[in-house]
């Protein structure tokens, strides 16, 4: 999920689609296609086998500006170095905001890593660009050699690295958005907290902040202050704006290619949206809140950031606690925003340095790679089945007393921006900020919501070439 567009990067949520999962298939998943010409039609068979002994160095390039990103990685090869001691692992760094012409300049001159730090949906661009190699086949070789299985891991949020059925990102975590709360500024309002666990309702959620409104009004911290209830980001970022749209029934674009925005459940969703601004439960795009979470102010936020970011932080640390994000009943679909961040090994090595970087890759997923990483300070659940339980699991030391299972609830509500894997890939972009002005025009109200909606159309078939 480009988990994006806002002021923290928490998959690196940068953040952030799935297939198949213990609860079942998800119709819209890219890794899907009713279409069986587009799924791959033969893996090759592979070796993947490399003599422990071998000399080497593996470069791999992290987003700059993320020490954690660094230091998780580093924590990683020095255990990586007790299977391969003379495998080097060398970090390169590379901007965010310059991500896709770095990385396609210097895949044209040849320097660009052995592996490459992605996202959701992100990868998509290192597929167009064929820098991303397909992974099946290296999955198929370790599974073979008892060294591998897919059934160990999240397999709906490792999917969500894939294209047609095709693998093509190793995950290095999972990450979902959840609902952070501030426990003292309930509790000062006299606010009722026994609804806020997971699973709890939309409608729930509203009521708590209907509560939070009417304290706040009767300080005179009234919404035109620019005093709200949640930083729920809804405005530039698709992993809280999207699964949104979905659980009212709406969708950008269908597993088909085609413009799906003008439906009911769209305009159910544009209604909750504008409703969400009227009674100054959120602010509109554009306006500065007079309130915000980090500030201890606002008693919700929506995100997908580890707790310690957040802990981390003087005004609030000590306050806060996790739960899932509300779940949105009004389609019988609720979803929840999720997402990727992890690495895709450089298609343009040659075989030996490709087997090399799947070993390190593989490493990564490995229980010792991931507590490696949590060491590091990846404090998000990992991507395997066996490391929920935060209380006993390095992700989640020192917050044994906090809900934490919070990013572990409901993995089967989980989607990510899958849209724009419908899309062509070159207009992904473009598709991207069509739908971002769709959300802006939605929250701003300045439209009705058909002319909103036509808006959006348009802009979206023209890049879909319709």
């Known amino acids: 999920m480009k988990s994006i567009a806002k002021k923290i990067v928490p998959f690196a949520l940068f953040a952030a689609t799935a297939l198949l999962a213990s609860c079942g298939q998800d119709p819209y998943a890219p890794g899907q296609s009713e279409d069986a010409s587009d799924q791959p039609t033969s893996i090759p068979t592979i070796d993947v086998s490399v003599d422990p002994s071998i000399d080497d160095t593996v470069s791999i390039t992290v987003p700059s500006g993320n020490p954690e990103e660094t230091t998780m990685i580093e924590k990683a090869a020095e255990n990586f170095a007790l299977k391969f001691p003379n495998v080097k692992i060398k970090i390169e760094y590379i901007s965010i905001g310059s991500y896709e012409t770095t990385v396609r300049q210097r895949s044209m001159s040849g320097t660009l890593s052995d592996i490459v730090w992605t996202n959701s949906p992100e990868f998509l661009f290192l597929i167009k660009n064929d820098i991303a ?240 990483m949590a060491e590091g300070g990846l404090n998000v659940p990992p991507i395997r089945n066996d490391m929920n339980d935060f209380a006993k699991e390095k992700w989640g030391e020192g917050y044994a007393d906090k809900n934490l299972s919070a990013y572990t609830f409901g993995e089967e509500y989980k989607i990510t921006d899958e849209f724009l894997s419908y899309g062509p890939v070159d207009k992904m972009n473009r598709l991207n900020l069509a739908y971002s002005d769709f959300v802006t025009n939605a929250l701003q109200g300045r439209k009705s919501i058909d002319e909103t909606i036509a808006i959006a159309a348009k802009a979206i078939n023209k890049e879909l070439g319709k």
């Open 133 to 372: 190699e397909p992974l099946d086949a290296y999955f198929n070789a370790s599974t073979e050699a008892g060294e591998f299985s897919i059934n160990d891991y999240k397999t709906r949020f490792f999917d969500m690295g894939s294209l047609k059925g095709t693998h093509y990102v190793v995950p290095r975590s999972a990450d979902t958005v959840v609902c952070f709360y501030n426990e003292e500024l309930l509790s000062n309002a006299g606010i009722d907290m026994s609804s806020i666990q997971n699973g709890w309702t939309w409608d729930q959620f509203k009521g708590v902040c209907s509560e939070w409104r009417a304290y706040q009004d009767g300080k005179g911290n009234t919404k035109d202050k620019g005093f709200i209830c949640v930083d729920a980001y809804m405005s530039g970022w698709n992993s809280v704006s999207y699964p949104f749209l979905r659980s009212f029934g709406g969708e950008v674009i269908n597993a088909d290619g085609n413009c799906a925005i003008d439906s009911d459940g769209t305009r159910a969703a544009i209604t909750e949206l504008r409703d969400l601004v009227d009674k100054g439960y959120i602010v509109k795009p554009g306006i500065d809140a007079g309130s915000s979470f980090e500030t201890g102010t606002v008693p919700f936020l929506f995100q997908s950031a580890a707790f310690s970011h957040y802990d981390n932080m003087r005004v609030i640390k000590g306050k806060i606690n996790v739960v899932s994000l509300p779940l949105i009943e009004a389609n019988n679909a609720p979803k929840i925003g999720a997402g990727i961040a992890g690495y895709s090994i450089n298609s343009k090595k040659d075989a030996a340095k490709k087997k090399l970087c799947w070993q390190f890759l593989r490493h990564l997923l490995t229980k010792e790679g991931q507590e490696a």
